[in-house]
Nanobody, 125 residues
């Protein structure tokens, strides 16, 4: 079972920045889809964005503010968050599929097999 561990969350004021990291316990594949999700209290988990073979697809709500990247070994995933807003406040999770070479915007959380425990991001106004 692949384990994912997120870090980097915290509390910032609106307009600030945070960088989240997600370390995988082992390499899965060069072609699996990985991504970031977030969940605010009382809301469903929503997709922040995904990355596969260097191709990033971000949600419209974060486009231009958040950047997803990964290291060459494909064992660390990053989420650079700039110009944070109070509505970005949520628990942030990284996720990965165990196989496959596709990554669709329509993919739901249930389509991802491995999850981290989450890291809290709080943005105050």
């Amino acid at each position: 079972q692949v384990k994912l561990v997120e870090s980097g969350g915290g509390s910032v004021q609106a307009g600030g920045s945070l960088r989240l990291s997600c370390v995988l316990s082992e390499f899965i594949s060069d072609t699996v889809c990985m991504g970031w999700f977030r969940q605010a209290p009382g809301k469903e988990r929503e997709r922040v964005g995904t990355i596969m073979q260097g191709i990033v697809d971000s949600a419209d709500s974060v486009k231009g503010r958040f950047i997803i990247s990964q290291d060459n070994a494909k064992t660390t995933l990053y989420l650079q968050m700039d110009r944070l807003k109070p509505e970005d406040t949520a628990m942030y999770y990284c996720a990965a599929r165990r196989q496959g070479n596709y990554c669709f915007r329509q993919m739901a959380p249930a389509d991802f097999h491995y999850w981290g425990q989450g890291t809290q991001v709080t943005v105050s106004s």
